[in-house]
């Protein structure tokens, strides 16, 4: 089954600056990579996705890069805010048949430094 | 707000025992999801329903088992339970039966085994 790898499990970075987490997978079937916010005690939510036939998503502050050869894809931030401190998830899934569903990464806690 | 809501918002119960999670997709969705996410494991895929079919079974132990109604809610149901089942359960809800389709979390079950 698919495998999905995060790094960095925590990530501090000065408000203002970017923050870059990246993932890669193992699957080469998979061609969705959706990425997930969780503040704690609450329910994942969704920030962005991206499919395998684009490189590249952006949606104002947020962006995700995926380099299918190499099987990785990175959430990049931009400006980060206070309300940016959370844990983000990635995941993958493959289409068609199969068990895993979304497969995902063990989650990055990113605290963003007043 | 997702759309998707859960019931009940936390559990407290013994070993041994059985208990019974529900889950109401948002309006017009026909997938279902179940996920369990623990300190240890992370988010883990447990199980899929679309339509009121099995889809697709992820790490879903055999002492759990899951439906899904005609009116589209879905429970799952815990039973013979162990202190390492104690974690937040949550479903998620898409349009499709596709496991690349946008999956929308639900607010989570989170389940104590004393």
Same mark, same amino acid.
């Given at each position: 089954?698919?495998?999905?790898?995060q790094h960095p499990s925590t990530l501090s970075v000065q408000? $203002?600056d970017s923050a870059v987490i990246k993932?890669?997978?193992?699957?080469?079937?998979?061609?969705?990579?959706?990425?997930?916010?969780?503040? &704690?005690?609450?329910?994942?939510?969704?920030?962005?996705?991206?499919?395998?036939?684009?490189?590249?998503?952006?949606?104002?502050?947020?962006?995700?890069? &995926?380099?299918?050869?190499?099987?990785?894809?990175s959430l990049h931030i931009?400006?980060t805010?206070?309300?940016d401190s959370a844990v983000y998830?990635?995941?993958?899934?493959?289409? $068609?048949?199969?068990?895993? $569903?979304?497969?995902? $990464?063990?989650g990055t806690h990113l605290i963003i430094q007043? | @707000?997702?759309?998707?809501?859960?019931?009940?918002?936390?559990?407290?119960?013994?070993?041994?025992?059985?208990?019974?999670?529900?889950?109401?997709?948002?309006?017009? @969705?026909?997938?279902?999801?179940?996920?369990?996410?623990?300190?240890?494991?992370?988010?883990?895929?447990?199980?899929?329903?679309?339509?009121?079919?099995?889809?697709?079974?992820?790490?879903?132990?055999?002492?759990?088992?899951?439906?899904?109604?005609?009116?589209?809610?879905?429970?799952?149901?815990?039973?013979?339970?162990?202190?390492? @089942?104690?974690?937040?359960?949550?479903?998620?809800?898409?349009?499709?039966?596709?496991?690349? @389709?946008?999956?929308?979390?639900?607010?989570?079950?989170?389940?104590?085994?004393?």
């Amino acid at each position: 089954g698919e495998n999905v790898e995060q790094h960095p499990s925590t990530l501090s970075v000065q408000e $203002g600056d970017s923050a870059v987490i990246k993932c890669t997978y193992s699957d080469s079937a998979s061609n969705y990579f959706p990425w997930y916010k969780q503040e &704690l005690g609450k329910r994942p939510q969704l920030i962005i996705d991206i499919r395998s036939n684009v490189g590249e998503k952006k949606d104002q502050r947020i962006a995700v890069t &995926l380099n299918k050869t190499a099987k990785h894809f990175s959430l990049h931030i931009t400006e980060t805010q206070p309300e940016d401190s959370a844990v983000y998830f990635c995941a993958a899934s493959a289409s $068609g048949g199969g068990a895993d $569903g979304l497969t995902f $990464g063990k989650g990055t806690h990113l605290i963003i430094q007043p | @707000d997702s759309g998707v809501t859960q019931t009940p918002k936390h559990l407290i119960t013994a070993t041994g025992q059985r208990v019974t999670l529900r889950c109401s997709p948002r309006s017009g @969705d026909l997938s279902v999801y179940w996920y369990q996410q623990s300190l240890d494991q992370g988010l883990q895929f447990l199980i899929q329903y679309y339509n009121g079919e099995e889809r697709a079974k992820g790490n879903i132990l055999e002492r759990f088992s899951a439906q899904q109604f005609p009116d589209l809610h879905s429970e799952l149901n815990l039973s013979s339970l162990e202190l390492g @089942d104690s974690a937040l359960y949550f479903c998620a809800s898409s349009v499709g039966g596709l496991r690349t @389709d946008t999956q929308y979390f639900g607010p989570g079950t989170r389940l104590t085994v004393l």
